[in-house]
C-alpha cells in the first residue's frame, strides 16, 4: 500500500514513522541482535511475539528493566498480518505510526446512513508491519532481550524458585513468565471460555485492494455498513479507506457462520461491485487478514500460576461488546510493567472500569438473541449518541452522562429484559 501523503485528502497530517512506510504486505525480518543464543534461566519469558507479547516487553524497557527477557513465538517471521484501528483518545507509544486516520466514519442499513464528524478523537490506522518493526527495533537496542521464532510453547510447570517452559527447542526457566498466545480458536483458553460464558464469534477476513480509478472518499470511513445479504447471519462490511483509489475492506459475521476465505472473498467482491460499481477486473487486491475474534463475557484468570500471567487476549483484553482489544492491550501492559519494575507481587486485576461490564453484558446477549434487530439499535446509537460521547463508551473512557446518552437511545423493553437476565446470572454466579 502506498503511503498516505499527509494533506489534501481528507487525511490529516500525522507524525510519520522515522523511517519511510514500507509497502503493506512486506514482511519484517528478525533484527539480527535479538536473535541470540538462548540461556538456561531468565527473569522474565514472554510467550507470544504478538501485540501484547511486544507491547509488554516495550513498556518493560520503557520502565528500566535491564534482567534477561526472553520472547517465544511459534511462527517463524512478522508477517504483515492485522491492521489495527483504535480511537485516539489518549497517547500510546505506537499512535505516531498510523498510516492513515479519519474524523467522519459512517453507519449504514437498510434504514438509512448516519455519518458522525468530530475532530477530537479521530479514527487510527495502524499497519501490522509497523507496529512489528517498531517495537522490534526498539527492542533491538536492548542488550537484555533475546527473542526467539520458531519455538512453541508445549506448557510450563511451577517449580521452587521459577518456572520451567518447555518448548519445542528444549527448557528454559523462568522467575516470571507472561503468557500472551492469544486464543487461537481450538486452544483449550479458546474451548473455556467458549462453554462458559456468552460468547459471540467476530468472523471476518479484509482485503486491501488498489482500484483502477478514484471510488473512496478517503475522508471518511465506514464502521458497519448492514446493507449487505443478512440471511446466512448478522453481517456487515467495513471500509477503510487510505487513498482515492486503496482501501480495507472486510466482511464481517457476528455469527458462527464458517464462512470459508473463499465464501468471505465472493461477499467482499458482491458488496464492492453493489456499492461502489466495482467489476472483479477493476481492482487488485494487494493483501489479505482474517480473524476469528471472540467477543464473550468470560472471566479470563489473570494469574495461570503463581508466577505465571495472562496478558492480551488471553487475559481478557478483547472488549466483550465491541472485540476492540488494541487500546485495552496497551493500558494493560503499560501498568503491568509499572507494577513489574516496582518489584510488584500482584498484577494489576484491570484497567477498565467495572461499571460498563453489566452494560457490555446486555450487548453481547442483545448480538447473540436478537441478531435481527441489531442494525436498528446500532442504527439509533449513532443517529442518538454525540461522536465524543459515543467514542468514548466505546473506548472505555466514557463518563456516567455519556452512558445515560447512550441508554436513553437504545430500545428501553428488550434491554431491560436483558439486564434483568444478566444481573439474575451474575447473582446465581457463573456458569460452571
Ligand atoms: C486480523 C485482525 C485484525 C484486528 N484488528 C483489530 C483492530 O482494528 N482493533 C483492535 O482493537 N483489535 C483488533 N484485533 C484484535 C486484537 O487487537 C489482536 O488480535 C491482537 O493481536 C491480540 O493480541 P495478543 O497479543 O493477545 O495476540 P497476538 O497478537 O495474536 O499474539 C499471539 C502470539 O502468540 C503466538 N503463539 C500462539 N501459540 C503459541 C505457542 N504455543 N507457542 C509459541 N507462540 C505461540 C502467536 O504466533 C502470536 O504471535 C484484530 C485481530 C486480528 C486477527
Request: net charge neutral; glycine share 10%; hydrophobic share 35%.
Amino acid at each position: 500500500m502506498t503511503p498516505i501523503a499527509s494533506g489534501g485528502t481528507g487525511i490529516a497530517a500525522a507524525p510519520r514513522p522515522a523511517r519511510p512506510a514500507r509497502e503493506r504486505g512486506s514482511p519484517v525480518a528478525l533484527p539480527a541482535a535479538l536473535d541470540r543464543p538462548v540461556r538456561d534461566d531468565y527473569e522474565f519469558v514472554i510467550l507470544g511475539a504478538g501485540c501484547s507479547g511486544l507491547s509488554l516487553c516495550h513498556y518493560l524497557l520503557e520502565e528500566g528493566v535491564d534482567a534477561p527477557i526472553l520472547i517465544l513465538d511459534r511462527k517463524t517471521s512478522f508477517e504483515d498480518d492485522r491492521t489495527w484501528c483504535f480511537w485516539d483518545v489518549e497517547p500510546t507509544p505506537f499512535t505516531h505510526l498510523a498510516r492513515g486516520e479519519w474524523s467522519s466514519w459512517s453507519f449504514a442499513s437498510e434504514a438509512g446512513s448516519v455519518t458522525q464528524t468530530t475532530s477530537r478523537y479521530p479514527y487510527k490506522y495502524l499497519a501490522g508491519r509497523d507496529f512489528y518493526e517498531h517495537v522490534l527495533d526498539r527492542l533491538a537496542g536492548s542488550p537484555n532481550v533475546t527473542v526467539r521464532l520458531g519455538e512453541g510453547v508445549g506448557g510450563y510447570a511451577e517449580e521452587s524458585g521459577g518456572v520451567g517452559v518447555e518448548t519445542s527447542a528444549g527448557r528454559v526457566l523462568a522467575r516470571r513468565v507472561f503468557d500472551g498466545r492469544g486464543l487461537p480458536p481450538g486452544s483449550a483458553a479458546f474451548e473455556e471460555a467458549r462453554r462458559r460464558s456468552v460468547w459471540v464469534p467476530q468472523e471476518f477476513l479484509g482485503r486491501r485492494i488498489r482500484t483502477r480509478r478514484d471510488v473512496f472518499d478517503p475522508g471518511r470511513c465506514t464502521l458497519m455498513d448492514f446493507s449487505v445479504d443478512q440471511s446466512r447471519g448478522l453481517r456487515f462490511a467495513y471500509v477503510l479507506p487510505t487513498g482515492e483509489r486503496e482501501a480495507l475492506v472486510e466482511n464481517v459475521y457476528l455469527s458462527e457462520t464458517g464462512t470459508s476465505r473463499q465464501g468471505h472473498r465472493s461477499e467482499i467482491g458482491a458488496y464492492l461491485e453493489g456499492s461502489y460499481g466495482l467489476g472483479p477486473g477493476e481492482y487488485e487486491v494487494m493483501g489479505e487478514e482474517r480473524g476469528y475474534i471472540p467477543m464473550t463475557d468470560h472471566r479470563f484468570p489473570r494469574r495461570l500460576g503463581e508466577r505465571v500471567h495472562s496478558i492480551g487476549m488471553l487475559g481478557g483484553e478483547t472488549r466483550p461488546s465491541t472485540g476492540y482489544a488494541f487500546l485495552r492491550i496497551q493500558r494493560y501492559c503499560r501498568e503491568l510493567a509499572r507494577a513489574v519494575s516496582a518489584g510488584f507481587e500482584e498484577p494489576p486485576a484491570r484497567v477498565h472500569p467495572r461499571r460498563l461490564d453489566l452494560l457490555d453484558g446486555i450487548f453481547l446477549r442483545f448480538v447473540r438473541e436478537r441478531p435481527k434487530e441489531c442494525p436498528e439499535v446500532y442504527r439509533r446509537m449513532f443517529a442518538g449518541v454525540p461522536p465524543d460521547a459515543l467514542v468514548r463508551f466505546l473506548t472505555e473512557r466514557s463518563t456516567p452522562l455519556d452512558e445515560a446518552r447512550l441508554v436513553r437511545a437504545l430500545p428501553k423493553r428488550p434491554f431491560l429484559a436483558l439486564a434483568v437476565e444478566a444481573l439474575l446470572e451474575n447473582a446465581r454466579g457463573r456458569r460452571t
